[in-house]
Structure formats: C-alpha cells, structure tokens
C-alpha cells in the first residue's frame, strides 16, 4: 500500500498536476499598441437611395450614334456618355452665321446711307440758299426792267413788244424764284430724313444682336451633340439607346 501511494504521487507531479491547485496558470500574449482600421458588417434589407442624382439631357437633335453605357455601370467625371450625330445641328450653325453676315451688311449698308444722306442733306442745302440768292437777285433786276420798260412805253419810247418780253422776263424768272424757295424748304426738311437713316441703323443693330445670340444658341446645341458625364457616378436610369432620334431637351439619362 506504502508503494502504490509513493507512485501514484510521483506519476501525478510528473504530468504537471498539483492535487493541490487543480487550475493550471494561464498564460497571456501580449503585443505592441498599433492603429488599425476597424470593420463593421452591417446586414439589412431595402432599397439603395443615392445621395444624389443628376439628370442629363442635351439641347441638340440627332440620331444617338453611341451610347455605350448600361444601368448600373460606373462612370468616371469627363467620360463620354451620349454622341449624337452632327449633321443637323451643323446645318443650324451655318444658316445662323449666315443671318450674323447677312444682319453685318445691313448694318453697314445703314451707316453708309446715313453717310450719303447727311452728305447730300448738306450739298442740297447749300446749293438751294445759292440758288434762292440767284433767283432772288435776278427777280430784282427783272423787276427793275420790267417797270424801266413800262415808263418807256408810256412815253412811247419803247414798243409794245420790248414790254411784252420785259413782262414775260419777269414772270418766267418770279417762278424760278418760287420754285427755288420750294427747293430751299425741301432740303432744309431732309434733316428729317438724317433721322430716318439714324433709326434704319439702331433696327440693323438690333437685329445684329439677334441673329448673334441665336449663332451662339445653335453653336451651344452642337457642342452638345457629345454629352460627358458631369461627375463620378452610377447611371440609375437609361431612357434611351444607341439609334434612337432625339429631339433637343426631351429624352434624358440619369
């Protein structure tokens, strides 16, 4: 018995038992402090809402030639979304330079005919005050003539005809002279037609502008036959496709 009990102790401390302490000693493992990420699943159901959405839509008209994008595909800034094809909004651009250079020559046209009209209202104006001076110097000297004839008829100096050509003398010179203060009111008048010319070229500049913004309205609806994608995102909703006419600002991707 002595040496069964000698064993069994022997054999119990030489496995690491102490009837004693029946819990071994734990260990620990320790490490330096260090930064990390730290990751956190989380599992739900619903719907994926973006924090924004931007809907795209272009001015031009056209057939799409590309669209190479599906709902669900991520797009980087800068990419070319939509090409449509050129040719109409090209045809736009020409027929609206073409009514810019058409609207320029009216323009022009208006200033030189200011020009010409000021030229002439100044030419004209000389000209009938000469003429009215002439006419009026000569009236007074037909008169003179005509009343030296008349005293010479009555002393019967002269004859009848002398008085008859001093007479008709006068008159044919009395409506040179009327006719020349009608030209003098007439030119002075034709300052009205230098105002005329004035308002032919605020009409020529206003029109000018017109046919300007809507050149530049067109050349906008060309370049906007290539649409680019305006930021990083994911293209939720696709309204159209590659073959498809559009007409400007009605179809749209998001």
Same mark, same amino acid.
């Given at each position: 018995i002595i040496l069964a009990f000698f064993l069994g102790y022997f054999f119990l401390y030489k496995d690491g038992v102490n009837l004693g302490n029946v819990n071994p000693k734990p260990v620990y493992k320790t490490v330096h402090v260090q930064r990390g990420d730290f990751k956190v699943k989380v599992s739900a159901t619903g719907i994926v809402e973006p924090d924004s959405q931007v809907e795209i839509k272009s001015k031009a008209s056209g057939q799409i030639l590309k669209f190479s994008f599906n709902e669900g595909d991520y797009i980087k800034k800068g990419h070319l979304l939509i090409k449509l094809d050129k040719s109409d909004e090209q045809r736009n651009v020409n *027929? /609206?330079? /073409?009514? #810019?250079?058409s609207a320029?020559? +009216? %323009?022009?046209? /208006?200033? &030189?005919?200011? &020009? %010409?009209? *000021?030229?002439k209202y100044a030419t004209d104006l000389k000209t009938s005050k000469s003429n009215l001076e002439s006419s009026e110097a000569s009236l007074k000297e037909s008169e003179y003539k005509l009343k030296r004839q008349r005293d010479l008829f009555k002393q019967k100096v002269s004859s009848r005809e002398a008085l008859d050509s001093? $007479? &008709?003398n006068y008159k044919i010179i009395q409506e040179n002279f009327v006719q020349a203060e009608a030209q003098l009111i007439g030119a002075r008048n034709s300052k009205y037609d230098i105002s005329l010319r004035e308002n032919d070229i605020e009409l020529a500049k206003a029109d000018m502008i017109r046919a300007e913004m809507a %050149?530049? !309205? #067109? !050349? $906008? +609806?060309?370049?906007?036959?290539?649409i680019f994608a305006p930021m990083d995102g994911v293209l939720i909703t696709k309204s159209v496709e590659e073959g498809q006419i559009i007409s400007s600002g009605i179809s749209n991707v998001s």
């Amino acid at each position: 018995i002595i040496l069964a009990f000698f064993l069994g102790y022997f054999f119990l401390y030489k496995d690491g038992v102490n009837l004693g302490n029946v819990n071994p000693k734990p260990v620990y493992k320790t490490v330096h402090v260090q930064r990390g990420d730290f990751k956190v699943k989380v599992s739900a159901t619903g719907i994926v809402e973006p924090d924004s959405q931007v809907e795209i839509k272009s001015k031009a008209s056209g057939q799409i030639l590309k669209f190479s994008f599906n709902e669900g595909d991520y797009i980087k800034k800068g990419h070319l979304l939509i090409k449509l094809d050129k040719s109409d909004e090209q045809r736009n651009v020409n *027929k /609206a330079m /073409a009514d #810019v250079q058409s609207a320029s020559a +009216r %323009l022009k046209t /208006a200033v &030189t005919n200011l &020009t %010409l009209q *000021k030229n002439k209202y100044a030419t004209d104006l000389k000209t009938s005050k000469s003429n009215l001076e002439s006419s009026e110097a000569s009236l007074k000297e037909s008169e003179y003539k005509l009343k030296r004839q008349r005293d010479l008829f009555k002393q019967k100096v002269s004859s009848r005809e002398a008085l008859d050509s001093a $007479e &008709t003398n006068y008159k044919i010179i009395q409506e040179n002279f009327v006719q020349a203060e009608a030209q003098l009111i007439g030119a002075r008048n034709s300052k009205y037609d230098i105002s005329l010319r004035e308002n032919d070229i605020e009409l020529a500049k206003a029109d000018m502008i017109r046919a300007e913004m809507a %050149l530049e !309205e #067109v !050349e $906008e +609806r060309l370049d906007e036959t290539e649409i680019f994608a305006p930021m990083d995102g994911v293209l939720i909703t696709k309204s159209v496709e590659e073959g498809q006419i559009i007409s400007s600002g009605i179809s749209n991707v998001s």
